[in-house]
């Protein structure tokens, strides 16, 4: 039951929606909500690199790495290069942007791992780690059989686009709880910042269909294809 | 690239979860929360039929009903039915849900319509009645072409599948959105309410999560496919 339509004009949306979320959570962090600093006496800054490495990391790096089969015109072996360090980036910025919450919270006396975004998010780190390990080792290097990569492939599929959807939604409960907080603290409800940072969540929400939008669609093909002509 | 593996596993699961996710989000508005009350002078209970109407309709009833092709070994036009049935019951309760929700910020004086989760919950109901009545129209009465029926049905599987993961999402959103306002008004962060409600929570992703599982899977051979023998 295929959707039997072109994944292209799908990637370009992707993109475009890749470029406005990362645009929106820049101007949050930075004009909103004074800027980032790794170590400052204004903890507050330190926390603000947390939303803008797991917008660039986990979800517009690991979206593109997802769609890397679907938008590129090149040989298959490269586009597999290209997902696997795309999907590295997506890794390391989320283990980094990770990181800099515990940073916050440990400076500034906040407990941490109370919330559900906290419980998802290191949920969703680690099922990434473990489908990228896997991935490399099966596909890359070493690489399984034949057998198990025909078998494997539409469970790495499922599974990846399984926590991809994952961090997507964690995304989205991590801008509603932090926009609480700063509710709670006295921002408007309605205001300029609270209407940004949901409409920024809007836009991830939005990256994320057209990513598995893509992903579900076709391919073009590989530009392997044509080599015997 | 199929999966190659039998739904009806996973619909058991799915069953398992969605017993599990109704008693959870029971014991906490019943045990915690105070109980359920249409019209109160304690305006919380007002609230409390909210997330119970919503998991029972949206996320439970909706779930079922799409695996009800999965799950059921009966005649093809019966499961439509039962699918039709249960999404419209899904559909209601998730109506009737979410104006219990403007009813109790209406009687107690609070903003309507200011949050993610109230944005994507609009988002998702309205979606919700779009897809039900294409679904009814093409599908069921007066039913479209066999062209349109053909290229429709897996825009209808995908697009209902993203309306379901979007309701799941919203699910959770509510969650924590509703236990960091408890949390803010003094609820213990590590305490049993808090853990119950976390659980709940991750219960209900999981629920949809193999609420889609069963439904890229094999369905098993409709009862239809025997009568010829």
Same mark, same amino acid.
């Given at each position: ?5 072109? @994944? ?5 949306? *992707? ?9 929106? *959570? ?36 690991? $979206? ?23 999907? @590295?980036? /997506?890794?390391?910025? $989320?283990?980094?942007?990770? +990181? ?13 791992? +109370? ?51 994952? /961090?997507?939604?964690?995304? /989205? ?16 409800? +309605? $205001? ?19 990513? *598995?939008?893509? @992903? *579900?669609?076709?391919?073009?093909? @590989? ?7």
């Amino acid at each position: 039951m295929a959707l039997g339509v072109s @994944a292209l004009p799908f990637t370009y949306v *992707v993109h475009l929606l890749g470029i406005v979320a990362i645009i929106l *959570v820049l101007v949050w962090n930075l004009y909103f909500r004074g800027g980032l600093a790794w170590n400052s006496s204004n903890k507050a800054l330190i926390f603000n690199i947390h939303p803008v490495l797991i917008i660039i990391g986990l979800i517009v790096s690991g $979206g593109e790495a997802i769609i890397s089969y679907k938008a590129l015109p090149l040989k298959k072996e490269v586009k597999k290069l290209i997902h696997l360090v795309l999907h @590295a980036i /997506a890794l390391i910025l $989320g283990i980094v942007g990770i +990181y800099t919450a515990f940073k916050y919270h440990n400076e500034s006396g906040i407990a941490n791992l +109370y919330s559900l975004h906290s419980w998802l998010g290191i949920g969703v780190i680690v099922l990434y780690g473990i489908q990228w390990i896997y991935g490399f080792v099966i596909f890359f290097f070493p690489g399984g059989t034949p057998d198990i990569r025909r078998y494997s492939l539409p469970w790495h599929v499922l599974f990846g686009l399984f926590v991809y959807v994952l /961090a997507v939604g964690t995304a /989205a409960l991590g801008f509603l709880e932090k926009l609480t907080f700063l509710e709670n603290s006295g921002l408007a409800k +309605y $205001g300029s910042e609270a209407l940004l940072v949901n409409f920024t969540a809007v836009i991830t929400v939005l990256f994320g269909a057209f990513v *598995v939008l893509s @992903a *579900v669609s076709d391919a073009p093909p @590989a530009a392997d294809d044509y080599e015997a002509i």
